[in-house]
């Protein structure tokens, strides 16, 4: 939206949610609320040149006769969930969380979720690396112009909810533990903790300086607490699931950790293993508290290769190819 709006090229309207639209916080004309029941009919009302679906992961009956109505770009965020056969998902669907997987395979259309994808004109990722003969890039990062503050201590952030399924903070946690120069390092939790994972940041926290939160944070925190970041600490773990599909970070699944980097314009240390390594990320050596003092004063151009106008060029000149 904010790319977009400064476009004098093309108009766009935005169909979301009741819950997205009220987190976003704005009334614009062109913002509108909606859901499965009333979308085929909105965009009916109106003749587009081209529909953009966000997220398949739901309603998949009726993304699937929006592809079928209207030329479709879909952003495709699990690259194995969107090829998994309709066997796979039943098989999956025993695996956890039984009784919603049932309500998206009776009600949701989960057995024609990989048609969505091959019926649309256009598969869009988010991540470069990912860029193919059948994924398009869809350019939508850049970096935020503001004033970088000096801290008084190294202040490294940790950005995402904080749960042992998506990253490593045990190995966050034992590395705190285990280096005495993290003393004098503040390491902030970016992130809703709970359960297990928030017990032990807290116990950690009785000797060194962590910063968590049990609630989930507002945008406004989450940007205030990225801007002060020196660097950005990813400890992601290399395999995670997405409805019992394995996905690979870096291979078929984007870490949002790669948009909050460079938004902020922020170095981010990621693991050994992962597969991806654009100009702004480095990866973890052994003694990565020590990595962190060093990089410090590392520097990437941030606004030569994400800044706002060249982004929205590119994503303008994409679309224009699209249409």
Known sequence: MDLMNDSKEFSVDYYFSE?????????????????????????KAKEYDLIIVGTVHR????????TQKYKTAVIVHNLNFSKASKFDLLRNIFKEDVIYRL??????GLTVSSKV????????????????SKYQ?????????????????????IPGGVSQKRRDYRHILNVIQTSELAENIQFIFLGKAKGE??????????????KCFSERISQDEFEAYMKIADMLWCPIQQETTFFSQKEIYGVTKMTGNMGDAIK?????????????????????KDNVVQQFY???????????????????????NMIDNLI
């Open 19 to 43: 819950k997205i639209k009220n987190r976003i916080g704005q009334n614009h004309e062109n913002i509108r609320q909606s859901d499965n029941s009333v979308i085929l009919d909105q965009l």
């Open 264 to 284: 902020f314009g922020k170095i981010a240390v990621f693991p050994k293993n992962y597969a991806s390594e654009p100009g702004f990320t480095v990866r973890e």
């Open 137 to 157: 890039f869809l350019p939508l990062f850049y970096t935020k112009e503001f004033i970088q503050n000096k801290n008084g201590k190294l202040t490294v952030v």
């Open 103 to 108: 309500k998206l395979w009776c009600k949701e």
């Open 59 to 66: 309603y998949f009956s009726t993304f699937l006769a929006v």
């Open 117 to 132: 994808y091959e019926n649309a004109a256009y598969l869009l990722v988010l991540d470069e690396e990912f860029s193919s």
């Open 197 to 210: 994972e928030l017990a032990s940041i807290k116990k950690v926290s009785e000797n060194y300086d962590l």
């Open 294 to 316: 060093g990089l410090k004063d590392f520097k990437y151009d941030f606004q030569k290769h994400y800044n706002k106008r060249t982004v929205l060029e590119n994503l303008e």
